[in-house]
């Protein structure tokens, strides 16, 4: 059954690749050095297959999404974007403040990122 879940990842992604573009996801690079003063390594990035959406205002009705923030919906890679990493869309860098992947049968199909700028 998880074979039918990862199908359907994958021909998410490559729907997205078709129709959107590329988004980089941007995460610190290693944490050393102790906790009053980290000093992080060099910043990893990875590449996802993403598509520039908005929220709806019944979506963002007693929420904290603004008008201006908006919603990407990225395809299945190499990590797990989170909220500590930015993401970078056509030039453009915002700040990730949430992640919501579609998980029926516990397989990640694809993530809605709620960002900022």
Known sequence: MSEDWNAVATDINAALAEVGTIGIIKRKGVKTGPDNKPVYGP???HNFNVVLGTFSNKEREGTAI????????????????????????????????????PKPGGIDLMYEIWARA
């Open 43 to 45: 910043e990893v990035t």
């Open 66 to 101: 603004l008008a201006t923030d908006i919603k990407i919906m990225a395809g299945v890679g190499a990590v797990v974007p989170a909220v500590s990493d930015r993401i970078s869309v056509q030039g453009l860098d915002y700040q990730i403040y949430g992640v919501q992947p």
